[in-house]
């Protein structure tokens, strides 16, 4: 579905995208991780025809950036970071100027469809600058789904938005993914990366690591088991010091924190170690690490070899 | 052309929203009506009136004409070469704003990713400055002949209706006003500011003003020949431009150095 090869893009000899290649499949939901100014929105300007690339190639459903650019414009739903509606016109009039730019068939139809879905359809001949941010981003969301692109990107679609509208946004996101579309998501909420994508990959100025969240997670962690026991734990650490399968070990007050290759395998053997130490489990459970964990642990190591 | 009238519609739908704009451009032909409507019944007949007029001028003016209808004449034929700057001023606002607008409001990314070409988008903006702009001049213009009609003789009326004026109004004005568009979306891809936009393109203005200026002094004297003149240097003028404001239209550059 997206295709990129070496996409590279220099603003006066700074490089803002360097070599970026990666394969989105159909129907992915694929999340954009990196810090500001880490490029991108230029990525996201590239792929959807805005800006040239200085060089390298990228192409979507088939179509070359820089040689099909109308056919790509055709195809794709942007976010942009902000919504840059028209204040003065209302919701239906931005959105009926957009269906024509698109080429939409039935304009009313499909305006009317997307402003009953957002729930914005009772405010439609309202001003937009009476909207609130979060009706405004909605509007913005029926915009680049006007014409039913079945690709679509979305340059942080919840910056700036309170709690509430941010998980309207969200959820209707969800939706989305859920309708089959393939979905090119930059976000800074690591919580909405982890939620909604099937991948994801970090990135500043050069691509760092792209992978499902689950992978990345073992990738840098193993997979971490917590046995919570009735006493301190810190006495247990010796009885399992000797195994080989543990990759790390750590007692925090009365729980022990166990890195595992393979959890299945090696609990029932872990269990009876540690009851044979004296151990009293009340339960075990897996550890899961949040994303953001993933993205600072990654962020901080490549901090170190760059530095 | 479908999506150059989308463009139109949402010019227009904005700047029919915006006040200030809307004032700008209403404004000017208001007071270029009002003005010689005015000052026509406060004529009289003075002889030391009609030796100040430029004698070249009212030689070729006023044959047949009396005093009176000479000054009255005189002084409409000023006011009609006003009706020449119309057009240039009145699409300057809406255009300087069209672009800079679109950039202040981030509205601009979002348009420039559908699938539209920058000729329909430029089209787009252009006609809708320039349709209002020659349909503003024509419609006071036309107010203007009207109160010509109600307060001067059928001769003074008759002369003002010579072919060189109609000209003038009817075919100069549209290209004058596509001349200031053009400049106007030039400059307005250029600058973040719609008032600097504004200033920059209504310099356009001054060689009407120096027509005006030279007319009234007697210094150039309006012809039908030299009115065809400048509808022809005005049109090629305007093919350089238009082709140039497309040309110079660089989606990126304008995208990636607003702040």
Same mark, same amino acid.
């Given at each position: ?7 590279? +893009? ?38 959807? !025809? ?23 414009? *055709? +195809? ?39 402003? +009953? ?52 946004? *969200?959820? %209707?996101?969800?939706?989305? *993914? ?16 982890? +939620? ?15 992978? !499902? ?13 917590? %046995? ?54 009340? %339960? ?24 | ?115 539209? #070409? #920058? ?32 307060? #001067? ?107």
């Amino acid at each position: 579905m997206i295709e990129i090869e070496n996409l590279t +893009r220099e603003f006066n000899g700074n490089v803002a995208v360097d070599r970026l290649s990666l394969q989105i499949a159909a129907g992915e939901v694929f999340g954009f991780l990196g810090p500001n100014g880490a490029g991108k929105t230029t990525t996201v300007r590239m792929l959807t !025809t805005l800006i040239a690339p200085t060089s390298g190639r990228a192409s979507l459903m088939g179509f070359e950036v820089g040689r099909d650019d109308r056919e790509i414009r *055709r +195809r794709v739903g942007l976010l942009t970071e902000t919504p840059g509606m028209y204040d003065r016109l209302s919701a239906w009039k931005n959105l009926t100027t957009y269906a024509r730019l698109y080429e939409v068939t039935d304009v009313e139809g499909q305006v009317e469809k997307y402003l +009953r879905l957002l729930d914005l359809w009772d405010r439609r001949y309202d001003a937009v600058g009476t909207y609130s941010k979060g009706m405004k981003q909605k509007l913005a969301i029926a915009r680049a789904l006007l014409h039913e692109p079945p690709i679509l990107f979305l340059d942080e679609p919840t910056a700036g938005l309170d709690p509430e509208a941010s998980r309207m946004v *969200r959820d %209707f996101i969800s939706e989305l *993914r859920g309708a089959g579309r393939t979905i090119f998501m930059c976000t800074h909420n690591l919580d909405e990366a982890d +939620r909604l994508c099937d991948r994801i990959a970090v990135f500043k100025s050069r691509l760092r690591v792209v992978d !499902t969240p689950s992978n990345l997670r073992q990738q840098l962690y193993g997979r971490q088991v917590i %046995f919570h026991l009735a006493h301190e734990a810190e006495p247990l650490l010796a009885a399992v010091a000797d195994r080989p399968y543990i990759q790390h070990s750590q007692a925090v007050q009365n729980k022990l924190l166990l890195s595992l290759e393979d959890p299945e395998q090696h609990n029932p053997e872990l269990i009876r170690l540690l009851v044979g130490a004296g151990a009293e489990i009340q %339960f075990v459970g897996e550890a899961r690490r949040t994303l953001e964990e993933i993205y600072l642990q990654l962020v901080q190591e490549e901090a170190e070899s760059d530095g | 052309m479908d999506k150059v009238k989308t463009i139109i519609s949402k010019e227009w739908a904005e700047v029919f929203k915006n006040k200030l704009v809307l004032f700008t451009v209403a404004f000017l032909p208001l007071l270029l009506v009002a003005m010689p409507l005015i000052m026509l019944p406060l004529m009289g007949s003075d002889p030391q009136e009609m030796d100040e007029l430029p004698t070249a001028l009212v030689g070729e003016m006023c044959t047949g004409l009396s005093q009176i209808e000479c000054l009255q004449l005189y002084m409409m034929s000023i006011f009609t070469i006003m009706f020449m700057i119309l057009p240039v001023m009145v699409p300057v606002t809406i255009a300087a704003y069209s672009i800079v607008g679109e950039k202040t409001t981030r509205s601009l990314e979002p348009l420039l990713a559908t699938p539209i #070409t #920058t000729l329909e988008l430029l089209t787009g903006k252009m006609l809708a400055a320039v349709i209002p702009a020659v349909a503003v001049t024509w419609l006071t213009y036309l107010l203007f002949l009207t109160g010509i009609w109600f307060l #001067t003789s059928a001769a003074v009326f008759r002369a003002l209706l010579a072919p060189m004026w109609l000209l003038a109004i009817l075919v100069v004005g549209p290209l004058l006003a596509l001349f200031s568009v053009s400049i106007a979306i030039m400059v307005s891809s250029r600058v973040n500011d719609p008032r600097i936009a504004e200033q920059l393109s209504g310099a356009v203005a001054v060689p009407i003003i120096l027509l005006l200026v030279g007319q009234s002094a007697g210094f150039i004297l309006l012809s039908q020949e030299l009115v065809l003149v400048i509808a022809a240097v005005v049109a090629i003028l305007d093919i350089g431009l238009v082709y140039l404001a497309i040309q110079t239209f660089e989606r990126e550059s304008i995208l990636t150095r607003w702040k």
